[in-house]
Protein backbone atom coordinates (compact mmCIF):
# COMPACT_ATOMS: atom_id res chain seq x y z
CA UNK A 1 0.00 0.00 0.00
CA UNK A 2 1.07 3.61 -0.37
CA UNK A 3 0.02 6.94 0.92
CA UNK A 4 -1.49 9.32 -0.76
CA UNK A 5 1.86 11.53 -1.67
CA UNK A 6 1.63 8.57 -4.67
CA UNK A 7 -0.97 10.87 -6.58
CA UNK A 8 1.22 13.50 -6.92
CA UNK A 9 4.08 11.63 -8.09
CA UNK A 10 4.76 11.39 -11.82
CA UNK A 11 4.97 7.94 -12.72
CA UNK A 12 6.03 6.24 -16.19
CA UNK A 13 5.38 2.65 -17.01
CA UNK A 14 6.80 1.12 -20.08
CA UNK A 15 7.67 -2.17 -21.84
CA UNK A 16 3.90 -3.23 -21.51
CA UNK A 17 0.75 -3.79 -23.09
CA UNK A 18 -1.67 -0.60 -22.30
CA UNK A 19 -4.82 -1.30 -23.20
CA UNK A 20 -5.59 1.90 -24.80
CA UNK A 21 -8.15 3.03 -27.89
CA UNK A 22 -6.28 6.33 -27.90
CA UNK A 23 -3.17 4.11 -29.32
CA UNK A 24 -3.89 0.51 -29.63
CA UNK A 25 -0.21 -0.33 -30.06
CA UNK A 26 0.75 1.16 -27.27
CA UNK A 27 3.70 -0.41 -24.57
CA UNK A 28 3.94 3.27 -22.49
CA UNK A 29 1.94 5.21 -19.70
CA UNK A 30 2.53 8.60 -18.02
CA UNK A 31 0.76 9.25 -15.12
CA UNK A 32 0.49 12.57 -13.63
CA UNK A 33 -1.53 13.82 -10.47
CA UNK A 34 -3.78 11.46 -10.72
CA UNK A 35 -4.85 11.66 -14.18
CA UNK A 36 -3.70 9.61 -17.72
CA UNK A 37 -0.86 11.90 -19.10
CA UNK A 38 0.33 10.02 -22.13
CA UNK A 39 0.24 6.44 -23.46
CA UNK A 40 2.33 5.53 -26.73
CA UNK A 41 4.79 3.95 -27.67
CA UNK A 42 8.31 2.53 -26.09
CA UNK A 43 10.60 4.54 -28.13
CA UNK A 44 8.43 7.26 -27.52
CA UNK A 45 8.77 6.58 -23.92
CA UNK A 46 12.57 7.16 -23.52
CA UNK A 47 11.23 11.53 -24.00
CA UNK A 48 9.80 10.95 -20.28
CA UNK A 49 12.77 9.01 -19.01
CA UNK A 50 14.75 11.97 -17.38
CA UNK A 51 11.22 13.86 -15.95
CA UNK A 52 9.40 11.81 -13.89
CA UNK A 53 9.74 10.60 -10.27
CA UNK A 54 9.40 6.79 -10.81
CA UNK A 55 9.35 4.30 -13.88
CA UNK A 56 7.69 1.18 -13.46
CA UNK A 57 9.09 -1.83 -15.78
CA UNK A 58 5.95 -3.81 -16.69
CA UNK A 59 7.99 -6.57 -18.31
CA UNK A 60 5.48 -7.59 -20.69
CA UNK A 61 2.25 -7.18 -18.59
CA UNK A 62 -0.75 -6.14 -19.39
CA UNK A 63 -2.37 -2.76 -17.99
CA UNK A 64 -6.21 -2.17 -18.23
CA UNK A 65 -8.81 0.43 -16.73
CA UNK A 66 -9.52 -0.75 -13.48
CA UNK A 67 -12.50 -2.92 -12.95
CA UNK A 68 -15.81 -1.18 -11.88
CA UNK A 69 -18.27 -3.71 -10.23
CA UNK A 70 -21.80 -2.12 -9.95
CA UNK A 71 -23.30 -3.44 -7.66
CA UNK A 72 -21.62 -4.58 -4.09
CA UNK A 73 -22.64 -5.23 -0.33
CA UNK A 74 -19.57 -4.46 1.08
CA UNK A 75 -19.80 -5.50 4.52
CA UNK A 76 -21.59 -8.84 3.60
CA UNK A 77 -18.80 -9.52 1.38
CA UNK A 78 -16.36 -8.82 4.13
CA UNK A 79 -18.01 -10.76 6.50
CA UNK A 80 -18.44 -14.10 4.19
CA UNK A 81 -14.71 -13.52 3.51
CA UNK A 82 -14.36 -13.31 7.52
CA UNK A 83 -16.92 -15.72 8.66
CA UNK A 84 -18.71 -19.13 7.73
CA UNK A 85 -19.27 -19.25 3.71
CA UNK A 86 -21.45 -22.14 2.66
CA UNK A 87 -21.26 -21.50 -0.68
CA UNK A 88 -18.71 -24.71 -1.47
CA UNK A 89 -21.22 -27.06 0.79
CA UNK A 90 -22.60 -30.00 -1.41
CA UNK A 91 -25.32 -30.89 1.00
CA UNK A 92 -27.20 -30.35 3.55
CA UNK A 93 -24.86 -32.92 6.25
CA UNK A 94 -22.37 -31.02 5.02
CA UNK A 95 -23.65 -27.39 5.43
CA UNK A 96 -24.80 -28.46 8.95
CA UNK A 97 -20.98 -29.86 10.08
CA UNK A 98 -19.53 -26.65 8.62
CA UNK A 99 -22.16 -24.64 11.16
CA UNK A 100 -21.32 -27.27 14.14
CA UNK A 101 -16.84 -26.66 13.25
CA UNK A 102 -17.74 -22.68 13.20
CA UNK A 103 -20.03 -22.25 16.14
CA UNK A 104 -17.54 -24.18 18.22
CA UNK A 105 -14.54 -21.52 16.75
CA UNK A 106 -16.37 -18.55 18.02
CA UNK A 107 -17.76 -19.05 21.05
CA UNK A 108 -17.64 -15.07 21.83
CA UNK A 109 -19.99 -14.16 18.96
CA UNK A 110 -23.51 -13.00 20.34
CA UNK A 111 -25.23 -14.06 16.61
CA UNK A 112 -23.69 -16.34 14.43
CA UNK A 113 -23.32 -15.44 10.78
CA UNK A 114 -23.16 -17.28 7.57
CA UNK A 115 -24.01 -17.23 3.65
CA UNK A 116 -24.00 -18.66 0.89
CA UNK A 117 -26.22 -21.71 1.11
CA UNK A 118 -27.89 -23.75 -2.33
CA UNK A 119 -30.49 -26.42 -1.48
CA UNK A 120 -31.23 -26.46 -5.33
CA UNK A 121 -28.06 -28.13 -5.95
CA UNK A 122 -28.34 -30.67 -3.19
CA UNK A 123 -29.93 -33.53 -3.64
CA UNK A 124 -33.00 -33.95 -1.88
CA UNK A 125 -33.43 -29.89 -2.65
CA UNK A 126 -33.62 -29.15 1.61
CA UNK A 127 -32.00 -26.86 3.38
CA UNK A 128 -31.12 -27.64 7.08
CA UNK A 129 -33.86 -27.37 9.71
CA UNK A 130 -34.52 -25.36 12.33
CA UNK A 131 -34.01 -28.22 14.66
CA UNK A 132 -30.39 -29.52 12.86
CA UNK A 133 -29.45 -26.15 12.88
CA UNK A 134 -30.11 -25.44 16.87
CA UNK A 135 -28.13 -28.98 17.51
CA UNK A 136 -25.89 -27.47 15.25
CA UNK A 137 -24.88 -24.36 16.85
CA UNK A 138 -25.79 -25.63 20.66
CA UNK A 139 -28.77 -23.42 20.92
CA UNK A 140 -27.41 -20.22 20.04
CA UNK A 141 -28.60 -17.22 17.53
CA UNK A 142 -27.73 -18.19 13.82
CA UNK A 143 -28.80 -16.54 10.68
CA UNK A 144 -27.58 -18.15 7.40
CA UNK A 145 -28.37 -16.29 4.42
CA UNK A 146 -29.59 -18.07 0.83
CA UNK A 147 -26.94 -17.10 -1.71
CA UNK A 148 -29.60 -14.99 -3.05
CA UNK A 149 -29.89 -13.54 -0.31
CA UNK A 150 -33.07 -13.18 -0.43
CA UNK A 151 -34.41 -15.76 2.37
CA UNK A 152 -32.68 -17.73 5.21
CA UNK A 153 -32.77 -20.30 7.80
CA UNK A 154 -31.84 -19.67 11.43
CA UNK A 155 -32.26 -20.72 14.73
CA UNK A 156 -34.81 -20.62 17.39
CA UNK A 157 -32.71 -17.85 20.00
CA UNK A 158 -32.63 -16.18 16.91
CA UNK A 159 -36.46 -15.97 16.34
CA UNK A 160 -36.47 -14.96 20.10
CA UNK A 161 -34.87 -12.17 19.40
CA UNK A 162 -37.66 -10.80 17.08
CA UNK A 163 -41.06 -12.10 18.79
CA UNK A 164 -43.56 -10.49 16.77
CA UNK A 165 -42.18 -12.13 13.96
CA UNK A 166 -45.48 -14.41 12.17
CA UNK A 167 -42.59 -16.76 10.69
CA UNK A 168 -42.37 -19.45 13.38
CA UNK A 169 -42.72 -22.68 10.78
CA UNK A 170 -39.48 -24.56 9.84
CA UNK A 171 -38.50 -22.89 6.53
CA UNK A 172 -36.69 -20.28 4.87
CA UNK A 173 -37.77 -17.45 5.90
CA UNK A 174 -39.01 -14.77 3.27
CA UNK A 175 -40.51 -10.92 2.77
CA UNK A 176 -40.62 -9.16 5.99
CA UNK A 177 -39.98 -12.18 8.21
CA UNK A 178 -36.75 -12.41 7.00
CA UNK A 179 -35.92 -8.91 6.83
CA UNK A 180 -36.99 -8.88 10.76
CA UNK A 181 -34.39 -11.16 11.70
CA UNK A 182 -31.47 -10.19 9.24
CA UNK A 183 -32.01 -6.60 11.00
CA UNK A 184 -31.66 -8.75 14.26
CA UNK A 185 -28.82 -10.70 13.65
CA UNK A 186 -26.85 -7.98 11.73
CA UNK A 187 -27.54 -5.46 15.05
CA UNK A 188 -25.57 -8.09 16.78
CA UNK A 189 -22.24 -7.22 14.86
CA UNK A 190 -20.17 -4.55 16.82
CA UNK A 191 -18.43 -1.16 14.78
CA UNK A 192 -15.31 -2.87 15.30
CA UNK A 193 -16.46 -6.21 13.50
CA UNK A 194 -18.19 -3.91 10.73
CA UNK A 195 -15.18 -2.11 9.87
CA UNK A 196 -12.96 -4.88 10.13
CA UNK A 197 -15.37 -6.87 7.28
CA UNK A 198 -15.22 -3.46 5.32
CA UNK A 199 -11.65 -3.91 5.08
CA UNK A 200 -11.26 -7.45 4.34
CA UNK A 201 -13.88 -6.38 1.22
CA UNK A 202 -12.34 -3.88 -0.03
CA UNK A 203 -8.96 -5.01 0.00
CA UNK A 204 -10.01 -8.31 -1.68
CA UNK A 205 -11.70 -6.15 -4.31
CA UNK A 206 -8.26 -3.98 -4.68
CA UNK A 207 -6.16 -7.37 -4.98
CA UNK A 208 -8.44 -8.41 -8.01
CA UNK A 209 -8.00 -5.06 -10.15
CA UNK A 210 -11.64 -3.82 -8.95
CA UNK A 211 -10.69 0.03 -8.61
CA UNK A 212 -14.55 1.12 -7.97
CA UNK A 213 -17.14 -0.32 -6.22
CA UNK A 214 -21.12 0.38 -6.01
CA UNK A 215 -22.25 -0.02 -2.63
CA UNK A 216 -26.09 -0.94 -2.38
CA UNK A 217 -27.03 -0.29 0.80
CA UNK A 218 -30.43 0.47 2.39
CA UNK A 219 -32.61 -0.40 5.58
CA UNK A 220 -33.95 -3.82 4.37
CA UNK A 221 -30.52 -4.57 3.69
CA UNK A 222 -27.76 -2.79 5.99
CA UNK A 223 -28.56 0.06 8.37
CA UNK A 224 -27.67 3.69 7.92
CA UNK A 225 -24.63 3.68 9.69
CA UNK A 226 -23.43 0.43 7.94
CA UNK A 227 -23.75 2.89 4.90
CA UNK A 228 -22.45 6.34 6.54
CA UNK A 229 -19.39 4.33 8.25
CA UNK A 230 -18.60 2.94 5.11
CA UNK A 231 -18.14 5.69 2.61
CA UNK A 232 -16.28 7.51 5.78
CA UNK A 233 -13.95 4.47 5.70
CA UNK A 234 -13.37 4.29 2.07
CA UNK A 235 -12.54 8.06 2.31
CA UNK A 236 -9.56 7.44 4.11
CA UNK A 237 -8.63 4.28 2.94
CA UNK A 238 -6.24 3.11 0.68
CA UNK A 239 -8.16 1.19 -1.43
CA UNK A 240 -10.99 1.59 -3.94
CA UNK A 241 -13.22 4.05 -4.56
CA UNK A 242 -16.99 3.58 -3.03
CA UNK A 243 -19.94 5.03 -4.62
CA UNK A 244 -23.29 4.75 -2.42
CA UNK A 245 -26.42 4.24 -3.42
CA UNK A 246 -29.35 3.86 -0.72
CA UNK A 247 -32.60 2.04 -1.43
CA UNK A 248 -35.14 4.21 0.22
CA UNK A 249 -38.42 5.90 -1.36
CA UNK A 250 -36.82 8.96 0.38
CA UNK A 251 -34.78 10.73 -1.66
CA UNK A 252 -33.68 13.28 0.60
CA UNK A 253 -32.71 10.21 3.06
CA UNK A 254 -30.79 9.27 0.11
CA UNK A 255 -29.11 12.83 -0.07
CA UNK A 256 -28.48 13.66 3.65
CA UNK A 257 -26.70 9.78 3.63
CA UNK A 258 -24.36 10.75 1.12
CA UNK A 259 -25.83 8.47 -1.47
CA UNK A 260 -25.49 9.52 -5.42
CA UNK A 261 -29.19 8.15 -5.74
CA UNK A 262 -32.27 6.48 -3.96
CA UNK A 263 -31.62 3.03 -5.83
CA UNK A 264 -29.57 -0.40 -5.84
CA UNK A 265 -32.08 -2.58 -4.26
CA UNK A 266 -34.91 -0.80 -4.00
CA UNK A 267 -37.39 -4.00 -4.26
CA UNK A 268 -39.87 -4.17 -6.30
CA UNK A 269 -39.78 -7.78 -5.86
CA UNK A 270 -37.16 -10.39 -4.81
CA UNK A 271 -35.54 -13.61 -6.53
CA UNK A 272 -35.65 -16.46 -8.16
CA UNK A 273 -34.02 -18.94 -6.17
CA UNK A 274 -36.16 -18.18 -3.06
CA UNK A 275 -39.33 -18.09 -4.89
CA UNK A 276 -40.14 -14.17 -4.60
CA UNK A 277 -39.57 -12.79 -7.96
CA UNK A 278 -42.79 -11.25 -9.46
CA UNK A 279 -43.98 -13.17 -12.53
CA UNK A 280 -46.51 -13.13 -15.42
CA UNK A 281 -46.85 -17.05 -15.09
CA UNK A 282 -46.39 -19.28 -12.45
CA UNK A 283 -43.57 -20.77 -11.17
CA UNK A 284 -42.44 -24.02 -13.22
CA UNK A 285 -42.16 -25.77 -9.35
CA UNK A 286 -44.53 -23.68 -7.07
CA UNK A 287 -48.01 -22.91 -7.98
CA UNK A 288 -48.03 -18.71 -7.39
CA UNK A 289 -45.83 -16.27 -9.19
CA UNK A 290 -43.68 -14.79 -6.68
CA UNK A 291 -43.76 -11.35 -4.90
CA UNK A 292 -44.56 -7.56 -5.45
CA UNK A 293 -43.26 -4.95 -3.32
CA UNK A 294 -43.94 -2.72 -5.59
CA UNK A 295 -46.01 -1.05 -8.07
CA UNK A 296 -45.84 0.75 -11.43
CA UNK A 297 -47.57 3.72 -9.51
CA UNK A 298 -44.99 3.93 -6.65
CA UNK A 299 -42.16 3.57 -9.21
CA UNK A 300 -43.64 6.57 -11.25
CA UNK A 301 -43.75 8.55 -8.07
CA UNK A 302 -40.07 7.54 -6.74
CA UNK A 303 -39.01 8.36 -10.25
CA UNK A 304 -40.32 12.09 -10.40
CA UNK A 305 -39.47 13.12 -6.98
CA UNK A 306 -35.62 11.47 -7.49
CA UNK A 307 -35.79 13.65 -10.99
CA UNK A 308 -36.67 16.49 -9.52
CA UNK A 309 -34.01 16.38 -6.43
CA UNK A 310 -30.99 15.47 -9.21
CA UNK A 311 -30.50 11.87 -7.84
CA UNK A 312 -30.42 8.45 -9.89
CA UNK A 313 -33.43 6.33 -9.05
CA UNK A 314 -32.99 2.74 -9.11
CA UNK A 315 -35.26 -0.43 -8.51
CA UNK A 316 -34.01 -4.14 -8.22
CA UNK A 317 -36.35 -6.22 -10.69
CA UNK A 318 -35.86 -9.51 -11.66
CA UNK A 319 -38.91 -11.21 -12.56
CA UNK A 320 -40.77 -10.46 -15.58
CA UNK A 321 -43.90 -9.03 -13.58
CA UNK A 322 -41.65 -7.04 -11.72
CA UNK A 323 -39.63 -5.60 -14.72
CA UNK A 324 -43.21 -4.49 -16.39
CA UNK A 325 -43.83 -2.29 -13.50
CA UNK A 326 -40.40 -0.57 -13.45
CA UNK A 327 -40.72 0.49 -17.55
CA UNK A 328 -44.32 1.12 -16.73
CA UNK A 329 -43.49 3.34 -14.07
CA UNK A 330 -41.02 5.06 -15.45
CA UNK A 331 -42.81 5.70 -18.68
CA UNK A 332 -45.73 7.11 -16.28
CA UNK A 333 -43.00 9.79 -14.87
CA UNK A 334 -41.30 10.39 -18.18
CA UNK A 335 -45.14 11.89 -19.17
CA UNK A 336 -45.31 13.96 -16.41
CA UNK A 337 -42.23 15.22 -16.56
CA UNK A 338 -40.25 15.04 -19.73
CA UNK A 339 -38.48 11.98 -20.98
CA UNK A 340 -35.56 14.30 -21.67
CA UNK A 341 -35.41 14.84 -17.84
CA UNK A 342 -35.85 11.36 -17.24
CA UNK A 343 -33.33 9.72 -19.96
CA UNK A 344 -30.63 12.40 -18.73
CA UNK A 345 -31.03 11.23 -14.96
CA UNK A 346 -30.13 7.76 -16.45
CA UNK A 347 -32.20 5.89 -13.39
CA UNK A 348 -30.80 1.91 -12.66
CA UNK A 349 -32.84 -1.22 -12.97
CA UNK A 350 -30.46 -3.46 -10.65
CA UNK A 351 -30.56 -7.44 -12.17
CA UNK A 352 -33.11 -7.35 -15.03
CA UNK A 353 -33.31 -10.67 -15.88
CA UNK A 354 -36.37 -11.72 -17.11
CA UNK A 355 -36.92 -9.20 -20.12
CA UNK A 356 -39.09 -9.78 -23.24
CA UNK A 357 -38.46 -7.77 -26.33
CA UNK A 358 -40.60 -5.02 -25.02
CA UNK A 359 -39.20 -4.64 -21.47
CA UNK A 360 -35.58 -4.07 -24.09
CA UNK A 361 -37.19 -1.42 -26.36
CA UNK A 362 -38.34 0.53 -22.94
CA UNK A 363 -35.11 0.60 -21.53
CA UNK A 364 -33.60 1.68 -25.03
CA UNK A 365 -36.47 4.40 -25.21
CA UNK A 366 -36.23 5.70 -21.36
CA UNK A 367 -32.73 5.25 -20.97
CA UNK A 368 -32.60 2.99 -18.37
CA UNK A 369 -29.24 1.60 -17.08
CA UNK A 370 -29.38 -2.02 -16.73
CA UNK A 371 -26.94 -3.10 -13.75
CA UNK A 372 -26.50 -6.58 -14.24
CA UNK A 373 -24.44 -10.05 -13.11
CA UNK A 374 -23.57 -11.96 -15.90
CA UNK A 375 -22.00 -14.82 -13.12
CA UNK A 376 -25.48 -15.69 -12.24
CA UNK A 377 -25.62 -17.18 -15.70
CA UNK A 378 -22.51 -19.05 -15.04
CA UNK A 379 -23.88 -20.36 -11.95
CA UNK A 380 -27.30 -20.92 -12.10
CA UNK A 381 -28.01 -21.11 -16.08
CA UNK A 382 -28.20 -24.24 -18.03
CA UNK A 383 -30.15 -26.96 -18.66
CA UNK A 384 -30.20 -28.46 -15.54
CA UNK A 385 -29.82 -24.98 -13.74
CA UNK A 386 -31.99 -23.34 -10.95
CA UNK A 387 -33.23 -21.17 -13.46
CA UNK A 388 -34.83 -24.24 -15.50
CA UNK A 389 -35.87 -25.44 -12.16
CA UNK A 390 -37.74 -22.44 -11.43
CA UNK A 391 -39.09 -21.49 -14.97
CA UNK A 392 -38.80 -24.79 -17.09
CA UNK A 393 -36.45 -24.68 -19.94
CA UNK A 394 -38.22 -22.17 -22.21
CA UNK A 395 -38.71 -19.24 -20.02
CA UNK A 396 -34.81 -20.55 -18.56
CA UNK A 397 -33.51 -19.64 -21.99
CA UNK A 398 -34.60 -16.01 -22.18
CA UNK A 399 -33.14 -14.91 -19.14
CA UNK A 400 -30.17 -12.63 -19.08
CA UNK A 401 -30.01 -11.25 -22.69
CA UNK A 402 -26.60 -9.16 -22.87
CA UNK A 403 -26.50 -9.14 -26.42
CA UNK A 404 -30.40 -7.96 -27.19
CA UNK A 405 -29.77 -5.09 -24.77
CA UNK A 406 -26.51 -3.84 -26.49
CA UNK A 407 -28.19 -3.96 -29.70
CA UNK A 408 -30.84 -1.81 -28.84
CA UNK A 409 -28.81 0.91 -27.15
CA UNK A 410 -29.13 -0.22 -24.00
CA UNK A 411 -26.17 0.52 -21.48
CA UNK A 412 -24.93 -2.04 -19.55
CA UNK A 413 -23.06 -1.91 -16.10
CA UNK A 414 -21.62 -5.38 -14.80
CA UNK A 415 -21.06 -6.12 -11.16
CA UNK A 416 -21.20 -9.37 -8.48
CA UNK A 417 -23.92 -9.05 -6.31
CA UNK A 418 -21.47 -10.20 -3.93
CA UNK A 419 -21.82 -11.71 -1.80
CA UNK A 420 -24.25 -13.34 -4.04
CA UNK A 421 -21.47 -14.29 -6.59
CA UNK A 422 -17.89 -13.78 -5.63
CA UNK A 423 -15.74 -10.52 -6.72
CA UNK A 424 -14.70 -12.15 -10.21
CA UNK A 425 -14.14 -9.56 -12.57
CA UNK A 426 -12.53 -11.13 -15.12
CA UNK A 427 -15.02 -14.21 -14.31
CA UNK A 428 -17.77 -12.08 -15.15
CA UNK A 429 -16.44 -10.70 -18.38
CA UNK A 430 -15.85 -14.87 -19.21
CA UNK A 431 -19.26 -14.97 -18.00
CA UNK A 432 -20.70 -12.74 -20.54
CA UNK A 433 -18.72 -13.82 -23.25
CA UNK A 434 -19.30 -17.51 -22.83
CA UNK A 435 -23.48 -17.16 -21.79
CA UNK A 436 -25.05 -20.45 -21.56
CA UNK A 437 -27.42 -19.48 -24.10
CA UNK A 438 -25.46 -18.34 -27.12
CA UNK A 439 -27.44 -15.87 -28.44
CA UNK A 440 -27.31 -13.64 -25.25
CA UNK A 441 -23.36 -13.78 -25.60
CA UNK A 442 -21.56 -10.65 -26.17
CA UNK A 443 -17.57 -10.23 -27.29
CA UNK A 444 -15.03 -10.09 -24.67
CA UNK A 445 -14.48 -6.48 -25.82
CA UNK A 446 -18.07 -5.71 -25.02
CA UNK A 447 -18.03 -7.71 -21.85
CA UNK A 448 -14.96 -5.73 -20.80
CA UNK A 449 -16.16 -2.15 -21.27
CA UNK A 450 -19.90 -2.85 -19.56
CA UNK A 451 -17.04 -3.62 -16.38
CA UNK A 452 -15.08 -0.99 -16.80
CA UNK A 453 -16.23 2.14 -18.06
CA UNK A 454 -19.70 0.78 -18.04
CA UNK A 455 -19.87 1.28 -14.42
CA UNK A 456 -18.55 4.91 -15.01
CA UNK A 457 -21.33 5.59 -16.94
CA UNK A 458 -23.89 4.79 -15.07
CA UNK A 459 -22.44 6.91 -12.42
CA UNK A 460 -22.97 9.77 -14.59
CA UNK A 461 -19.54 9.87 -15.78
CA UNK A 462 -18.47 9.31 -19.60
CA UNK A 463 -14.93 10.74 -19.06
CA UNK A 464 -13.21 7.63 -17.31
CA UNK A 465 -13.10 3.78 -17.19
CA UNK A 466 -10.78 4.42 -19.57
CA UNK A 467 -7.06 5.17 -20.26
CA UNK A 468 -6.58 7.97 -22.56
CA UNK A 469 -5.03 11.40 -21.06
CA UNK A 470 -7.50 13.39 -18.80
CA UNK A 471 -9.25 10.53 -17.27
CA UNK A 472 -8.97 9.38 -13.82
CA UNK A 473 -5.59 6.96 -13.61
CA UNK A 474 -7.32 4.32 -12.19
CA UNK A 475 -5.85 0.96 -13.69
CA UNK A 476 -4.23 -2.63 -13.35
CA UNK A 477 -1.28 -4.03 -13.65
CA UNK A 478 -2.39 -7.79 -15.03
CA UNK A 479 0.17 -11.02 -16.19
CA UNK A 480 -1.65 -12.67 -18.79
CA UNK A 481 -1.59 -14.81 -21.49
CA UNK A 482 -1.29 -14.36 -25.26
CA UNK A 483 -3.69 -11.44 -25.97
CA UNK A 484 -6.49 -11.70 -28.66
CA UNK A 485 -8.71 -9.70 -30.30
CA UNK A 486 -11.98 -10.38 -31.45
CA UNK A 487 -13.27 -9.60 -34.99
CA UNK A 488 -16.76 -8.59 -35.97
CA UNK A 489 -17.86 -11.65 -36.66
CA UNK A 490 -16.80 -13.05 -33.29
CA UNK A 491 -13.87 -15.25 -34.30
CA UNK A 492 -10.95 -14.82 -32.00
CA UNK A 493 -7.82 -14.47 -33.76
CA UNK A 494 -4.09 -14.02 -32.48
CA UNK A 495 -3.02 -10.52 -31.56
CA UNK A 496 -0.10 -11.02 -33.95
CA UNK A 497 -1.99 -11.87 -36.80
CA UNK A 498 -4.00 -8.68 -36.95
CA UNK A 499 -1.67 -5.64 -36.92
CA UNK A 500 -4.56 -3.90 -38.92
CA UNK A 501 -7.17 -4.01 -36.78
CA UNK A 502 -6.15 -1.09 -34.72
CA UNK A 503 -7.78 -2.17 -31.51
CA UNK A 504 -5.97 -3.31 -28.62
CA UNK A 505 -5.74 -6.54 -27.29
CA UNK A 506 -7.84 -8.48 -23.99
CA UNK A 507 -6.65 -11.63 -22.88
CA UNK A 508 -8.21 -15.13 -24.17
CA UNK A 509 -11.23 -16.09 -21.32
CA UNK A 510 -12.03 -19.01 -23.38
CA UNK A 511 -13.05 -21.92 -20.83
CA UNK A 512 -9.64 -23.36 -19.73
CA UNK A 513 -7.53 -20.83 -19.93
CA UNK A 514 -6.19 -18.98 -17.11
CA UNK A 515 -7.69 -15.99 -15.77
CA UNK A 516 -5.56 -13.18 -15.20
CA UNK A 517 -3.22 -12.56 -12.12
CA UNK A 518 -3.32 -8.81 -10.34
CA UNK A 519 -0.17 -7.85 -10.24
CA UNK A 520 -1.00 -3.38 -9.12
CA UNK A 521 -3.94 -1.63 -8.74
CA UNK A 522 -3.50 2.22 -8.62
CA UNK A 523 -6.92 4.88 -8.25
CA UNK A 524 -6.42 7.83 -8.75
CA UNK A 525 -2.55 8.04 -9.09
CA UNK A 526 -2.47 6.10 -5.66
CA UNK A 527 -1.41 2.43 -5.30
CA UNK A 528 -3.86 0.19 -3.40
CA UNK A 529 -2.77 -2.97 -3.95
CA UNK A 530 0.61 -4.57 -4.55
CA UNK A 531 1.20 -8.34 -4.89
CA UNK A 532 3.54 -9.48 -2.84
CA UNK A 533 6.80 -10.41 -4.49
CA UNK A 534 6.13 -7.81 -7.44
Not at 119 to 138: I, K, M, N, Q, V
Amino acid sequence: MSDRADQHKTVLLRRGEVHSPADPFATAMVVERGQVAWVGSEGAADAFADGVDEVVDLDGALVTPAFTDAHVHTTSTGLALTGLDLSGAASAAEALALVRDFAAARPDDRVLLGHGWDASRWAGGRPPSRAELDAATGGRPLYLSRIDVHSAVVTTPLLDLVPDTAARQDAPLTGDAHHAVRAAAFAAVTPAQRAEAQRAALAHAASLGIGTVHECGGPKISSEDDFTGLLRLAAGLPGPRVVGYWAEEDAEKARELGALGAAGDLFVDGALGSHTACLHEPYADADHTGAAYLDAAAVAAHVVACTEAGLQAGFHAIGDAAVTAVVEGVRTAAEKIGLARVRAARHRVEHAEMLAPAHIAGFAELGLIASVQPAFDALWGGADGMYAQRLGAERARTLNPYAALLKAGVPLAFGSDSPVTPLDPWGTVRAAAFHHTPEHRVSVRAAFTAHTRGGWRAIGRDDAGVLVPGAPADYAVWRTEELVVQAPDDRVARWSTDPRSGTPGLPDLTPGHELPVCLRTVVGGRTVFVRPGE
